[in-house]
């Protein structure tokens, strides 16, 4: 029997100009008094929070900005707070993966019965379609997981124009991440049928996408074809289990404090080669995708194809060094060994 759980999002509002349905969509999602979270990048250095708050009209009671990368619990516990401060019953995510498990986080601890929660994303993590969050812990650096569908965004707004001003490496990285989603998709032990027809069709326009926004960061068309792919890669995350790509770029990423689209980078081709020697079958179903011919010629094609985004493939690119490599090791499961060993060489 196979099962396909569906993305806690009830409206997807897609294309150019999304972002000037933000105060219909809260309204219509019964909220009134709203929290702005966002990340101290995007406050400080753009335009585009100003922009927001604008859209929510007179809806806008407070902008909170203290989310950092990994999502820390302090920071989660200081919007926990403010909700409470504001009677908040609308909260808008407005940046990237940290931003929104934070919000997923801080509206699960508050109670997520009582607030709508509406993402924009400004990258492409696929956050905003996972009924799941990452939160870190400031001291340990243990990332802890939650699980409630109802902390979701459950409004997301995809508009390819507030992802301009997102760092060219932030943004192709994050690519990467929803290609490594559509890899784990495929292979997950659920089955989900769905799933996997969309995260086939998913890989193709990803890889399209992301060499044309590597060519023209400008490209309006290129960024609404990533962010379809995202959202097609993300299709089957809420009911499917990700393998060690994910697992192992958990680790790495709260951990040493790395990107989790740098993460992907690194273990995606890694993970292919490893699944390659244990079960050609499971990479030759990405011949198609991939628009090779062989399985091997998979492994070759997304590490090249990561390489000329100008993204790193090993742990040395991803800016760790040989003590640190080998301390990473000693925290993986044995199984996994092997995987951390190829992109440890560099």
């Known amino acids: 029997m196979q099962l396909h759980q569906a993305s806690p999002a009830r409206r997807v509002l897609s294309g150019q100009g999304a972002l000037q349905e933000l105060a219909a969509e809260v309204s219509r999602g019964g909220g009134s008094r709203v929290v702005l979270v966002t990340s101290a990048t995007l406050r400080a250095q753009t335009t585009l929070v100003d ?30 707070d403010l909700l409470e401060q504001t009677a908040a019953d609308c909260v808008v995510s ?3 993966g940290s931003v929104i498990d934070g919000v997923k986080a801080a509206v699960h601890q508050r109670g997520a019965d009582r607030i709508l929660h509406v993402a924009v994303p400004t990258t492409l993590s696929g956050a ?16 802890r997981g939650l699980r409630d569908p109802a902390a979701a965004p459950a409004i997301v707004l995809l508009d390819p124009e507030v992802t301009l001003a997102t760092p060219e490496r932030l943004w192709l990285s994050s690519g990467i991440r929803a290609l490594d989603h559509a ?38 068309v290129a960024r609404y074809e990533a962010q379809l792919g995202a959202w097609w890669a993300a299709t089957g995350l809420a009911g499917s289990t990700m393998g060690p ?18 993460t992907s980078c690194v273990f ?21 995708p991939f628009g090779v011919g062989s399985p091997e010629e ?9 390489a000329g985004l100008g993204l790193p493939t090993d742990l040395a690119g991803a800016g760790l060094d040989q003590g640190t490599r080998v301390r990473f090791l000693e925290m993986v499961p044995p199984e996994w060994h092997p995987i951390v060993e190829r992109v440890g060489r560099g």
């Open 51 to 80: 922009q927001v708050v604008a859209e929510l009209e007179g809806h806008h009671l407070a902008t909170f900005s203290e989310v950092g990368e990994h999502t820390p619990l302090s920071a989660v516990s200081q919007l926990q």
């Open 94 to 96: 407005f940046g990237g």
């Open 128 to 143: 905003e379609f996972t009924p799941t969050a990452g939160v870190t812990e400031d001291e340990t650096r243990l990332k």
């Open 183 to 220: 890899v784990e998709t495929q292979w997950a032990p659920e089955g989900d049928p769905l799933a996997g027809l969309l995260v086939r069709a998913a890989i193709p326009k990803l890889m399209a996408a992301l060499r044309e926004c590597r060519r023209d960061p400008e490209d309006l």
């Open 245 to 262: 790509s994910h697992q192992l770029g958990r680790l790495l990423g709260a951990t040493f404090q790395v990107p989790h689209g740098i």
């Open 268 to 288: 995606l081709p890694a993970t292919l080669e490893w699944q390659l020697d244990r079960d050609p079958s499971l990479v030759a179903v990405l011949c198609g």
């Open 298 to 306: 998979v492994v070759f094609a997304c590490r090249q194809f990561i």
